[in-house]
């Protein structure tokens, strides 16, 4: 069977239905953002990326320093979306003699960046030869209070669904980019101008992890009832949170966060921003769920949007106009 026939939930679904946690320190298995494991009163998060050349970065246009930092972020990003904080990391690289060890040092460069401004060891990795171009593996382990974590599977219905920062960046940053690309392939002459679109391509090229979310949970004496990070796009990751938990959803659009940045760099591609921020992936924002007691809470994090609510299954999963058309919420996948 062709793989494109499940796709790639559908093949990590068929791949995984038979492995049973045999372990009574696996306290979460296969399903989430990271893998929970309980000794004693520790619970530790782990999680694993891979980012394979021409698959998930093209270094036509992400500089190497940058693709460090972002392979660090994607996996801290999967250990604050268990709320659980990340203290080491294991990196991995596969490299082919195309690369100059000062390449490969710039590469390092981000990495202890991103490690040092998330206060997270780099506590060892693997280094291999590849024949076709670089392959970096991340795996990063996360300390965690066992009542503390938040899964994907434990959204009530009547919870608000909120969002960190604003969505569809990444994704327009990326256009950016390959249209940038495109005009220098066809005209080398031609320089990139990429000066007006600095915050969409910078969130492209050099994400962030939501680590102050995190630190605001804590302080606020708040743990959400599910979150997820957005690597895939605000409505496929939603449909996560709502299948793992078996609820409905009902989101607005008017409050999806867009900033004017994604704004204009969409409507150059014609583009409606709204699809950019639905659909776009690679954002790394958080995407949670609150009970209605802790709104007061929430409220007084401005950079955190309520953006709708946790309903039952039978009532669907919705995203609703700001006129009150109600459209059926789809993942268009990232
Ligand atoms: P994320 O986007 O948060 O990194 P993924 O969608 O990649 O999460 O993975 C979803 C779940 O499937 C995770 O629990 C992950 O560990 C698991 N998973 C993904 N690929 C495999 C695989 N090849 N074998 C076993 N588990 C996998
Ligand atoms: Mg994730």
Redesign the pocket.
Known sequence: MDISKLG??GL?ER??QDIPSSQPSTLKG????A?ILVYGDTALAV???MLVEGIDFDLTYAPLQHLGYKAAICAFS?IY?MNAMPRQLLVSIAVSAKFSVEAMERFYQGLKLACERHHVDLAGGDTTPSMTGLAINVTAIGEATPEKMSYRNTAQKGDLICVSGNLGAAYAGLQILEREKKLFEDDPSIQPLLDNYRYVVERQLKPEARRDIIVFFATAGLTPSSM??L??GLASDLLHICTASGVGCEIHCHKIPIADETIAAAEEFYLEPLITALNGGADYELLFTIPLKDFGKISENADISIIGYVTDREEGRYLVTENGARMELKAQGW
């Not at 296969?30 to 953002?33: A, E, M, R, S």
């Open positions: 790639k939930f990590i791949l995984t296969i399903g989430d953002d893998a999680t694993t990326d999967d979306a997820i990070d690597s895939g």
